[in-house]
């Protein structure tokens, strides 16, 4: 009896030492802390290759059209790490993955050295939300829950992104309703996982007259409760105003005063100069300070690798063609020996951080516009039911569709507005807070939405079907619900405006999918297709090839 129950505590001894896992971290009020209860703060760099980029006047903001999943080859996690190990950094930023590839490798690679993630859910060019034409719909809801069910077995996700730099000046606001309903969804997805990963958005830095409000209505109840739902965890700037020899006064005096009363943790999710040659890094030791502690949580210094923009070449490192041979540049012998300094003050202890209170949301104004009323929850099974019962459907002669879309549905809202229809069910507006009942389905499903009412509208004349060969009769539609209208109303009537969405996977394989399990109780964010604003009028262009909110040097 003795021996084995010496054996069991060698045994428990043996898991525990194999559990010397990564702390887990938590958040307090508005800081983080691990599992000793120690004030945590992101000391890290940002990780991704550059993708393509092709420049444009349409691409001011040098947005790639691709991307090099960072975390999904080992052996290039495997001959970074000692580099990230001497810039003792303890988080890397990754801002696309691509959740069909195996990133076991990296992520136990970094797990293993005590580096956390934090992963942005967006993906270049239609992966994001498109602040010219924004929505919060099926096919971002799927691509977000895809990543996080590919890396939700990994102890090393600190966060996952929502999005990062969608508004990004002060016209234009009204998209970052369309950003609250992401974090929402995607934090009831998150619980519904338990999985303790924090709901983040990094933020271009710019006027306050934008920036401030847009933090405080992401970190906002509508309610001005206490649950804080609709709230996001984490709030990133991407800030670039130090440049050489600089001083808190000089560089982030304003900052600290603006975000003084925030709620929730905030860090620089990107810094490092943009303006001069190398960076001497010495940002650091103000950021990781006394003085800027009480706000922030540290920074990611932008990048381990090249990236090059309009302003120049960014980089810590090169990477030699055949990727195996890592140079340090001298922005990484300098960040080495800045963030080798870091001494953060360990305050307030987590007794003392409080719990984090939800304010009420920022009012509407001039150059505020977002609502408080947001976005509907996406819901697959109402589009799917929706895009099968209508009889003239989108089909594309192209894998690639995206890049007809936009004008797709310019041209078939302008045809349906001149046979005396409108674009109103598809169209949404984040700043009158109303939200057409099928604005949240994929671009596809209101391209068929549209073209079937202009095929009603033409009394289901074929040739009224082609939209330039983009169009098919969809000879299965149900006869009683073939006008476009009723299948919405059949398809939608039980849907709830707020729910926790399930992964596409679960969502199919449960035959009644998500909505049907809600009462019905539809809330009144659906109807009000009377206040919506027309703007899908006779040639207004939309640009819905080029996404936004994928990563960036502004
Ligand atoms: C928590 O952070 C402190 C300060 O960095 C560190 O000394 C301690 O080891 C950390 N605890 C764990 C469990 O990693
Ligand atoms: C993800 O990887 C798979 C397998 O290599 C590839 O087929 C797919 O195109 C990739 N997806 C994206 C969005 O790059
Ligand atoms: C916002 O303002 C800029 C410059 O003032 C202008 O170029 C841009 O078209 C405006 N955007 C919108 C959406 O009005
Ligand atoms: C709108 O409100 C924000 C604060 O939420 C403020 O910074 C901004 O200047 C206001 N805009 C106008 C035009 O008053
Ligand atoms: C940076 O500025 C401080 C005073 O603001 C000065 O003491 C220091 O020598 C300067 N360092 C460099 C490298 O110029
Ligand atoms: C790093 O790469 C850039 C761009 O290819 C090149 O100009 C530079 O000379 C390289 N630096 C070193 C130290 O290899
Ligand atoms: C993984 O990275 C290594 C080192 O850069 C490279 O040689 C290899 O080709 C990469 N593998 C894939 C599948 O991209
Ligand atoms: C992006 O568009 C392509 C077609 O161009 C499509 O296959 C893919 O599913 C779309 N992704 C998202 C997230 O909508
Ligand atoms: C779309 O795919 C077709 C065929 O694969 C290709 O020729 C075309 O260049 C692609 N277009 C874009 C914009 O990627
Ligand atoms: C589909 O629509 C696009 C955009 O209007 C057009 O360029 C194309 O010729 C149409 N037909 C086919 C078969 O793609």
Request: net charge negative; with cysteine; hydrophobic share 35%.
């Amino acid at each position: 009896m003795r021996s084995v129950l010496r054996a069991t505590a060698f045994l428990l001894a043996g898991l525990v030492a194999d559990v010397s896992a990564i702390s887990k971290i938590t958040r307090q009020g508005r800081y983080l802390y691990n599992s000793t209860q120690d004030r945590f703060y992101i000391q890290g760099v940002a990780y991704q290759e550059q993708g393509t980029v092709i420049s444009s006047a349409a691409n001011a903001f040098g947005e790639p059209s691709s991307f090099i999943d960072p975390l999904s080859n080992g052996t290039a996690c495997q001959r970074d790490l000692p580099f990230l190990q001497q810039l003792k950094v303890n988080t890397i930023r990754a801002y696309s993955v691509n959740s069909s590839l195996n990133h076991d490798d990296c992520m136990q690679l970094f797990s293993n050295a005590g580096i956390y993630t934090i992963i942005d859910l967006t993906l270049p060019v239609n992966g994001s939300i498109d602040r010219a034409s924004p929505s919060w719909s099926t096919n971002l809801l799927n691509l977000y829950t895809d990543t996080i069910d590919a890396f939700a077995k990994y102890d090393n996700v600190l966060a996952y992104n929502v999005g990062n730099e969608v508004v990004i000046q002060s016209n234009g606001t009204d998209v970052a309703a369309y950003v609250k309903a992401a974090a929402r969804d995607i934090k009831a997805y998150l619980t519904s996982k338990s999985s303790s990963a924090l709901v983040g958005y990094a933020s271009i830095d710019g006027t306050s007259d934008f920036k401030d409000p847009l933090a405080n209505y992401l970190s906002c109840d509508p309610s001005n409760g206490n649950s804080g739902s609709t709230s996001i965890d984490l709030y990133g700037l991407n800030n670039y105003e130090w440049c050489g020899n600089s001083t808190f006064e000089a560089s982030y005096a304003g900052v600290e005063g603006d975000f003084a009363g925030y709620n929730v943790p905030a860090y620089f999710s990107e810094f490092g100069c943009i303006t001069a040659g190398a960076r001497d890094w010495t940002e650091v030791a103000a950021l990781f300070s006394s003085q800027m502690s009480p706000v922030w949580s540290g920074g990611l210094a932008f990048s381990y690798f090249p990236a090059t923009s309009v302003q120049g070449q960014f980089g810590m490192v090169n990477i030699s063609a055949d990727g195996s041979t890592v140079t340090p540049l001298p922005d990484f012998d300098t960040l080495v020996t800045q963030y080798g300094q870091v001494n953060a003050p360990n305050t307030p202890l987590q007794g003392a951080a409080g719990s984090t209170s939800y304010p009420g949301c920022p009012a509407q104004n001039a150059t505020w516009l977002a609502s408080p009323n947001l976005p509907p929850t996406p819901d697959n099974a109402a589009c799917a039911c929706l895009e099968q019962d209508l009889s003239c459907q989108f089909t594309p002669e192209i894998s690639n569709y995206t890049i007809v879309v936009g004008e797709l549905l310019d041209a078939g809202c302008s045809l349906l507005a001149q046979a005396g229809g409108n674009c109103n069910d598809i169209s949404s507006s984040g700043a009158s807070g109303t939200y057409g009942r099928v604005s949240y389905c994929d671009p596809p499903t209101k391209l068929s939405f549209v073209f079937t009412q202009y095929y009603q509208a033409n009394n289901r004349n074929p040739v009224s079907c082609s939209f330039a060969g983009n169009a098919t009769v969809n000879g299965g539609a149900p006869s009683d619900v073939s006008s476009a209208n009723a299948a919405a109303t059949a398809c939608f009537a039980s849907v709830s405006a707020v729910f926790t969405p399930t992964s596409p996977v679960t969502a199919s394989s449960s035959a009644t999918g998500s909505s049907t399990s809600k009462s019905g109780s539809s809330n009144g964010a659906l109807p009000l297709i009377g206040d919506l604003r027309v703007f899908w009028g006779l040639g207004l262009a939309l640009s819905m090839a080029i996404a936004s909110g994928v990563w960036t040097l502004a």
